[in-house]
């Protein structure tokens, strides 16, 4: 298989109904965050909670346009904390990008949602062909007319879940034993939907929507 650069994937993505492409940058944004972890125990916390809010709302603004303004904060969010550091960074701008997705530029921003993880995994020496080469499967899905819900109720890693996933999985979950960290909560919810997210839970919608009121 050859990988098609991001301006390939963002002409292809652009043929698509706006929830395949949300569906398609909010998986890649999952499967680089577990790469968070690399950030190290100071940084981890207001890295982590802003990513999976974003990858959250994201989800749910997919299918419900009255989501996008909470999905407009939570990519802003996530931005500003991604600026706070230099370690993890794409990692949490993958995630930025897929809530952008659900907003605006929505091609745009999920092609580099795309682009964003493969660095970010790429800078844990992980398999970042493995990553791109997943994410070219996830839009050939789509292209056939596979449904947005469907491909986002199938398991991240359909191929085989990779070594580095599972390792980068374990210190996140680490992390978090080992400072106590405040995003746990969001850390279990990312745990439970690696291996499929059937459906939108109404306590999930509430729970982006409230997350993101000021």
């Not at 999952?30 to 690399?38: E, K, N, Q, T």
């Not at 996140?172 to 106590?180: E, F, P, Y």
């Not at 745990?191 to 409230?210: H, N, S």
Request: proline share 5%; hydrophobic share 50%; with cysteine.
């Amino acid at each position: 298989m050859i990988d098609p650069g991001q301006s390939e994937i963002e002409q292809r993505l652009e043929r698509l109904e706006r929830e395949k492409v949300v569906v398609f940058a909010v998986r890649e944004a999952m499967r680089a965050a577990p790469l968070l972890a690399i950030a190290g125990p100071k940084s981890f916390d207001r890295l982590a909670e802003p990513s999976f809010r974003a990858i959250l709302t994201a989800s749910i603004a997919a299918f419900d346009p009255k989501a996008r303004p909470s999905a407009q904060i939570a990519s802003d969010e996530a931005f500003a904390a991604a600026s706070l550091t230099d370690t993890a960074h794409s990692a949490v701008y993958a995630a930025a990008r897929a809530a952008g997705a659900a907003v605006a530029n929505h091609a745009a921003a999920a092609a580099y949602a795309g682009y964003a993880a493969a660095f970010s995994s790429a800078r844990a020496a992980a398999a970042e062909t493995t990553l791109l080469r997943e994410a070219i499967l996830d839009l050939e899905q789509l292209e056939r007319a596979v449904a947005a819900d469907q491909l986002r109720a199938t398991p991240l890693w359909p191929s085989g879940t990779p070594v580095e996933f599972t390792g980068a999985v374990d210190r996140l979950a680490q992390t978090v034993r080992q400072t106590g960290a405040a995003c746990a909560r969001w850390v279990d919810w990312y745990v439970t939907k690696i291996y499929g997210w059937p459906e939108l839970l109404p306590m999930e919608r509430d729970w982006a929507l409230a997350e993101n009121v000021h």
